[in-house]
């Protein structure tokens, strides 16, 4: 049986090749993902029978539970979900563009960017008595802004005759060491009370969400994520390196604006609801190469099940674990998978 | 490269070093207390006992010495780490070594409710040495031993892993963050002599094996085959330069708490004005990442006046309109 398996539609018009054990690695995390979906439903202050989550999926569910599981966890859970996906996608085509295995979004300051508007927000919008002028909600907005606008000065920054991957990761780094510097500034120079719901921010949490909030971001990130797997072949050439990518036909300088700007939307979605959770970004990727290899079209949808998991999972043991104590979700990311991800390291030693 | 021959280059080293010696002056005599150079000289030449010649030897010179000795060491290390991890993105922080000296400081406050700036120095040590420890057993397990990318994956997970572990703390212990949150962001203030003398010894160390190891690091640099080829024994150069960086960053850590930026930006700074030979790169980037630091903190006294803003933050506002202009002007990326 040969590795791959050749699909073709409309005589040949449309045609790839799936990697039958990446398609099989694929199948595997979709059911991990679902399970923990379901279990993560079940599991909370309030026990509640998987078999009878999924009759609330389906509709014929007990009135009660309905509503704990409609109103309460699912907003949250797929906000978890998405925010995973969103940023182990983006994580991974900033790591095939930039060409560096420690690229994130950390690294660019599009994170950064968030956190600075972020802390703004908390500190201009507060009266004497630490309480908020204007609704909460429009923190999102803020820092979607902040990372829009860091975003974009990055590119402007790196752009001289065209953007090199190493020229736009510098000075990502440099901006966003100054992004830091301003969070921290401004957070000493702030009283304590807003320095830790600040923190708690920068930390990463999926907590409160609402069905207003799966309303807004979920159009987005599936949007720009049905984009960014069909981009994903380019990446695949943009990791040849400039010359032979350029020498292959790609318009590398076109191709590179349009996914930094694929990565920031996916970014910049997810920070607005769920804050600077890390790790994901970063090492989704690199898990998902070590299960499917390198080329995109497997490591994408890959690592984008990786990140779903690994949000989701974190959230669960975060509200679980220490309840009823609620430990952002950004906590547990790295807790549950820098452990795994020396696993896999340590597996693959010798390849 | 700025500087295209010898004579240049020992003229830069001469030059840095004066502007070292400027800053350091400068430093002694300028904050929240005003005196002059006059004053400064007379606290060591005729000693009197008057507020200003306390506060110039007992606050005041510890700390330009201090930050000087940090920055330097920052410096250094984070050119060994980009050499050995191949990766210009790389400084002592993907050896876990601030995010592991933090983990133990803050688990200490939150969970044995230690608060001396002296533990902490010891607790940071010990901190960032474990993190390196295990991200270099990790990164060298397997038939070919130590290879960059092993080490640099290795590194940004531990980091990362010990930094979510002290954020999860700070989180739930509010009361700890406000106390820590100063360490955290990196500072030289308030530091006694004494602890820049205890980890001296260390420093010293790292300094002159580094700069011993430099023309090794030429021909590692060349990569692992062709070092080979040359003769060098590989393996045992990454263990020294592994416990140079342990020794400088783990130090530095160790007295003036995490300070980012100075480990990635200088040695990016150096090679653009000096050119890729480890030998001159080595020294000069020391003495600039010590006029960095010493730089950024006399303006950290000036910015909030009369309290005072961490170090840390300041080397970033000072350095990345510096490193910017660099990146855009185009240098040895390696």
């Not at chain 1, 996916?266 to 080329?295: D, E, K, N, Q, T």
């Not at chain 1, 309840?323 to 020396?342: M, N, Q």
């Not at chain 2, 979510?164 to 509010?174: A, C, H, K």
């Not at chain 2, 003398?197 to 300094?207: E, Q, R």
């Amino acid at each position: 049986m040969s590795k791959y398996k050749s699909i073709r539609f409309i005589n040949g018009k449309i045609s790839f090749l799936l990697d039958r054990k990446a398609a099989l690695t694929f199948f595997a995390l979709f059911l991990v993902a679902f399970t923990l979906f379901v279990v993560s439903t079940a599991i909370g202050e309030m026990k509640i029978n998987p078999l009878t989550v999924l009759k609330v999926f389906a509709g014929s569910g007990p009135e009660m539970e309905t509503l704990i599981i409609t109103s309460f966890r699912l907003p949250r859970i797929i906000i978890a979900l998405i925010v995973g996906i969103s940023l182990a996608v983006a994580g991974g085509i900033l790591q095939g563009m930039i060409r560096n295995p420690l690229a994130s979004p950390d690294v660019l300051g599009i994170t950064g960017g968030a956190s600075v508007a972020v802390v703004a927000f908390l500190a201009l919008f507060s009266d004497e008595s630490n309480a908020l002028t204007v609704s909460i909600n429009w923190l999102p907005l803020a820092a979607f802004l902040g990372a829009g606008v860091v975003a974009f000065l990055v590119y402007f920054l790196a752009w001289k005759n065209g953007v090199s991957p190493i020229r736009l990761v510098l000075i990502g780094i440099g901006i966003s060491t100054l992004m830091q510097a301003l969070t921290t500034l401004m957070m000493i120079m702030g009283p304590i009370y807003q320095a830790s719901q600040a923190n708690i921010w920068i930390t990463g949490t999926v907590y409160g969400s609402n069905w207003n909030n799966v309303v807004t971001l979920l159009p987005w990130a599936v949007v720009f994520l049905i984009i960014a797997f069909a981009a994903a072949r380019t990446i695949n050439i943009q990791e040849l390196g400039d010359e032979v990518a350029t020498g292959l036909g790609s318009k590398i300088q076109r191709q590179r604006f349009f996914l930094l700007m694929i990565s920031t939307a996916l970014i910049g979605g997810s920070v607005a609801f769920a804050g600077g959770i890390g790790f994901v970004g970063l090492m989704a990727p690199h898990m998902a190469r070590r299960l499917v290899g390198s080329s995109f079209g497997a490591l994408l949808p890959a690592a984008a099940l990786i990140g779903g998991i690994l949000v989701m999972l974190a959230d669960l043991i975060g509200r679980t674990l220490f309840s009823p104590l609620e430990i952002p979700a950004g906590v547990f990311t790295a807790g549950i998978g820098a452990p795994y991800f020396i696993y896999l390291l340590f597996k693959t030693r010798n390849a | 490269m700025l500087l295209k021959n010898s004579a240049l280059r020992w003229g830069g080293l001469l030059t840095s070093v004066l502007l070292l010696l400027f800053f350091m002056c400068a430093s002694i005599i300028f904050g929240y207390t005003e005196t002059t150079l006059r004053t400064a000289i007379d606290a060591f030449t005729h000693y009197n006992g008057s507020n200003e010649h306390i506060i110039i030897q007992t606050v005041r010179l510890p700390r330009a010495l201090i930050a000087a000795a940090v920055g330097a060491s920052l410096a250094i290390s984070g050119v060994l780490m980009q050499t050995l991890t191949k990766n210009p993105l790389a400084s002592p922080g993907i050896f876990g070594i601030n995010a592991g000296a933090g983990f133990v400081v803050v688990a200490a406050i939150t969970l044995f409710s230690v608060s001396s700036l002296q533990a902490f120095s010891g607790l940071a040590f010990l901190g960032a040495a474990i993190a390196a420890l295990s991200v270099y057993a990790i990164g060298s397990v397997g038939r070919e031993g130590l290879t960059p990318m092993k080490l640099t994956l290795a590194g940004a997970a531990i980091a990362a892993m010990f930094s979510s572990f002290t954020q999860g703390l700070l989180v739930i212990n509010e009361a700890a963050l406000e106390q820590v949150l100063f360490w955290l962001a990196g500072s030289v203030s308030g530091r006694k002599l004494e602890t820049l003398v205890s980890v001296l010894p260390y420093l010293g160390i790292g300094w002159i094996s580094s700069i011993l190891i430099a023309g090794k690091m030429n021909i590692l640099s060349m990569g692992e085959d062709v070092a080979k080829g040359l003769g060098l024994k590989t393996g045992l150069v990454k263990i020294c330069v592994g416990v140079i960086v342990i020794l400088l960053a783990g130090g530095a850590v160790s007295v003036a708490g995490p300070i980012g930026f100075v480990g990635i930006v200088i040695p990016h700074i150096t090679r653009s004005i000096i050119g890729i030979d480890h030998r001159w790169v080595i020294p000069l980037s020391g003495i600039l990442g010590a006029i960095l630091l010493v730089a950024a903190d006399i303006s950290a006294r000036y910015v909030l006046m009369p309290s005072e803003v961490p170090v840390g933050v300041m080397t970033a506002i000072i350095g990345t309109p510096f490193f910017i202009y660099i990146a855009r002007k185009g240098f040895n990326a390696r």
